[in-house]
């Protein structure tokens, strides 16, 4: 009888031990987990010269201001050699730095400042595409049989017309074109001027690697992979089903060698650093994302994925219920292995508080406070765009000679073409172009909102003169100001970063109820995605009637019971349980 009790007792030990295992590989630290990223849109984010572009040392001017923040990195968008057909995602040398932006010195520099401050830098890796001025696209079109043809995809003119392909920027959304120095088409996912690299060939494959290892070694702490899910291609060449492109990712994304590629680039280069690396786009299902990122695949390291981001892409507005089971489905499938990225706004949507909150005067801040509020309490890593700090809005132009984006620019040239409205168009693009989030950052109220003392490269938002660092620094309610406060309670809370999320009232068309727990600390976070002010009962389960509330985007206190809680239009509240 002894013997058996021992042998339950060693065997429940073995269990708890296990179990505990099992925990800690779930949550294993790591500083990518913990850290919040704020995205770096150079080209609008300071201008040190009087050029109306933001450059490196513009960027080396406000550190401090981003040390501030209290963020950790710094994800920045590229800043390679480049003539920006697509601003900067056309790559014309991968270890040089734009003119308009300054020198490799700049870069060196602004790196140091970064780490000097603790912040440490992510780099964009657009390896898709180059640019068409790169010099293996000059050397791969000079001749069929040059050394460098192989590092993209041709189609011979002699096999006719090529397969069909889509395009993402083309104005006929044609992939192929033709190139009459060696009577071939080349192929292009974006646009003309972005060619796709044929990472068929181990040659360019090397090449790349050794680019990575370039700025690695320079002391950059991570790589955000750009369209990587589109890099291996089917070079089969079937033709796909009519209509294809509307379920683009299913037909170009996670082609058939995209894992061996990624294993080989974890082996030859992302193993040997401690960094983060991104997978922009993570397929168009949970399977996908994790044979991306789960620790035992060798590849990569965190999902970035689009579904979230496709929700709200209608003027006419989104159902709340779809964001929310779009967060829980993600985070119940990473609950035990894999990370996500945690966005609402990047260089390629449009300003969060636009499209997710209100940007009427009367709940602009309000609705930005709360979506801020969203992002730095779900778990994952939270990625934050520049500007929505302070509640920059979409600045909804009304002439398409404003628009400096070649998304808007050619479907706008497409749309015409085919006699499609174009009043129509506009006000879509007023709503979801791009432009709405490169506008210039908001510094202060002088000229240009402080970013350019020359012509800027494209407007400034007008309400720059109540939006703007300046004027929020002073107000101690501002969204600038509630922001900081939000990432040092999450930087000061691990139940925010590796907490169990269990959402309440999922079907709920306007509030947004869910709780963070990690041993025996818990919080519960309420958001109201609406306008209006009403009571917003509890579930039973929960209790605050003695909890303290941690974060309110309103001046005054919440009324509450533990029955409900009278919520304000777009309040947002964290509370702590115990």
Same mark, same amino acid.
């Given at each position: 009888?002894?013997?058996?009790?021992?042998?339950?007792?060693?065997?429940?030990?073995?269990?708890?031990?296990?179990?505990?295992?099992?925990?800690?590989?779930?949550?294993?630290?790591?500083?990518?987990?913990?850290?919040?990223? +704020?995205?770096?849109?150079?080209?609008?984010?300071?201008?040190?010269?009087?050029?109306?572009?933001?450059?490196?040392?513009?960027?080396?001017?406000?550190?401090?201001?981003?040390?501030?923040?209290?963020?950790?990195?710094?994800?920045?968008?590229?800043?390679?050699?480049?003539?920006?057909?697509?601003?900067?995602?056309?790559?014309?040398? +991968?270890?040089?730095?734009?003119?308009?932006?300054?020198?490799?010195?700049?870069?060196?520099?602004?790196?140091?400042?970064?780490?000097?401050?603790?912040?440490?830098?992510?780099?964009?890796?657009?390896?898709?595409?180059?640019?068409?001025?790169?010099?293996?696209?000059?050397?791969?079109?000079?001749?069929?049989?040059?050394?460098?043809?192989?590092? &993209?995809?041709?189609?011979?003119?002699?096999?006719?017309?090529?397969?069909?392909?889509?395009?993402?920027?083309?104005?006929?959304?044609?992939?192929?074109?033709?190139?009459?120095?060696?009577?071939?088409?080349?192929?292009?996912?974006?646009?003309?001027?972005?060619?796709?690299?044929?990472?068929?060939?181990?040659?360019?494959?090397?090449?790349?690697?050794?680019?990575?290892?370039?700025?690695?070694?320079?002391?950059?702490?991570?790589?955000?992979?750009?369209?990587?899910?589109?890099?291996?291609?089917?070079?089969?060449?079937?033709?796909?089903?009519?209509?294809?492109?509307?379920?683009?990712?299913?037909?170009?994304?996670?082609?058939?060698?995209?894992?061996?590629?990624?294993?080989?680039?974890?082996?030859?280069?992302?193993?040997? +650093?401690?960094?983060?690396?991104v997978a922009e786009g993570a397929g168009s299902t949970l399977e996908d994302a994790h044979a991306l990122v789960d620790e035992d695949r060798q590849e990569l390291n965190m999902a970035y994925h689009f579904e979230?981001?496709?929700?709200?892409?209608?003027?006419?507005?989104?159902?709340? =219920?779809?964001?929310?089971?779009?967060?829980?489905?993600?985070?119940?499938?990473?609950?035990?292995?894999?990370?996500?990225?945690?966005?609402?706004?990047?260089?390629?949507?449009?300003?969060?508080?636009?499209?997710?909150?209100?940007?009427?005067?009367?709940?602009?801040?309000?609705?930005?406070?709360?979506?801020? =509020?969203?992002?730095?309490?779900?778990?994952?890593?939270?990625?934050?765009?520049?500007?929505?700090?302070?509640?920059?809005?979409?600045?909804?132009?009304?002439?398409?000679?404003?628009y400096r984006d070649i998304a808007t620019i050619n479907a706008y040239k497409s749309i015409k073409a085919k006699g499609v409205d174009v009043q129509v168009f506009m006000d879509k693009q007023k709503f979801i172009?791009?432009?709405?989030?490169?506008?210039?950052?908001?510094?202060? =109220?002088?000229?240009?909102?402080?970013?350019?003392?020359?012509?800027?490269?494209?407007?400034?938002?007008?309400? +720059?003169?109540?939006?703007?660092?300046?004027?929020?620094?002073?107000?101690?309610?501002?969204?600038?100001? &509630?922001?900081?406060?939000?990432?040092?309670?999450?930087?000061?809370?691990?139940?925010?970063?590796?907490?169990?999320?269990?959402?309440?009232?999922?079907?709920?068309?306007?509030? &947004?109820?869910?709780?963070?727990?990690?041993?025996?600390?818990?919080?519960?976070?309420?958001?109201?995605?609406?306008?209006?002010?009403?009571?917003?009962?509890?579930?039973?389960?929960?209790?605050?009637?003695?909890?303290?509330?941690?974060?309110?985007? &309103?001046?005054?206190?919440?009324?509450?019971?533990?029955?409900?809680?009278?919520?304000?239009?777009?309040?947002?509240?964290?509370?702590?349980?115990?």
């Open positions: 009888m002894r013997n058996s009790i021992g042998l339950v007792f060693i065997f429940l030990i073995c269990f708890v031990l296990r179990g505990n295992s099992q925990q800690a590989q779930n949550n294993q630290p790591a500083w990518w987990k913990e850290a919040v990223v +704020y995205q770096l849109y150079p080209r609008s984010f300071k201008d040190s010269d009087g050029d109306g572009i933001g450059d490196i040392k513009g960027i080396i001017s406000k550190l401090d201001y981003i040390k501030s923040l209290g963020i950790d990195a710094v994800w920045l968008n590229p800043i390679f050699s480049s003539p920006n057909d697509d601003n900067g995602y056309d790559i014309s040398d +991968y270890r040089n730095i734009m003119k308009e932006f300054g020198t490799m010195k700049d870069f060196d520099e602004l790196l140091a400042g970064l780490h000097q401050r603790k912040i440490k830098l992510i780099l964009d890796m657009v390896l898709n595409h180059s640019s068409d001025e790169h010099e293996w696209f000059k050397q791969a079109k000079s001749s069929r049989t040059n050394p460098y043809r192989n590092y &993209y995809h041709w189609w011979p003119e002699e096999k006719g017309k090529p397969t069909p392909r889509y395009s993402f920027f083309d104005v006929n959304s044609d992939a192929w074109k033709y190139d009459a120095t060696t009577k071939s088409y080349y192929l292009h996912y974006f646009s003309q001027k972005q060619p796709d690299l044929n990472w068929e060939n181990e040659k360019l494959r090397n090449e790349v690697y050794d680019m990575m290892k370039f700025w690695l070694d320079k002391g950059i702490d991570g790589l955000r992979m750009d369209a990587f899910q589109y890099v291996s291609k089917d070079t089969t060449w079937k033709k796909y089903p009519e209509g294809y492109e509307k379920d683009i990712i299913k037909y170009y994304g996670m082609g058939p060698n995209l894992h061996q590629y990624l294993k080989e680039m974890n082996k030859t280069v992302i193993s040997k +650093y401690n960094i983060m690396t979230i981001m496709d929700i709200g892409n209608d003027p006419a507005g989104y159902k709340l =219920t779809d964001l929310k089971k779009a967060f829980t489905k993600w985070d119940q499938s990473f609950a035990e292995k894999g990370w996500l990225a945690i966005f609402l706004a990047n260089h390629d949507v449009p300003r969060m508080v636009s499209k997710y909150g209100n940007d009427s005067p009367q709940f602009r801040s309000y609705s930005s406070k709360l979506l801020t =509020t969203l992002i730095m309490t779900m778990r994952g890593t939270p990625f934050y765009f520049n500007g929505d700090e302070l509640g920059m809005s979409n600045i909804k132009f009304n002439n398409i000679d404003d172009s791009r432009d709405n989030t490169r506008t210039p950052f908001q510094w202060d =109220t002088s000229l240009n909102a402080g970013f350019t003392s020359g012509k800027p490269w494209i407007k400034v938002n007008p309400n +720059y003169k109540t939006v703007n660092v300046v004027t929020e620094e002073k107000n101690l309610l501002s969204e600038l100001n &509630y922001f900081k406060k939000l990432v040092a309670l999450r930087k000061s809370s691990p139940v925010l970063v590796y907490g169990d999320y269990k959402v309440f009232d999922i079907e709920n068309p306007d509030v &947004y109820c869910y709780t963070r727990t990690h041993g025996q600390e818990k919080m519960l976070i309420v958001l109201n995605f609406s306008a209006k002010a009403f009571s917003y009962p509890l579930d039973q389960n929960i209790k605050i009637s003695a909890a303290k509330v941690l974060m309110n985007n &309103y001046n005054n206190g919440p009324n509450f019971t533990d029955k409900e809680i009278n919520l304000k239009p777009w309040q947002a509240l964290v509370f702590k349980l115990n």
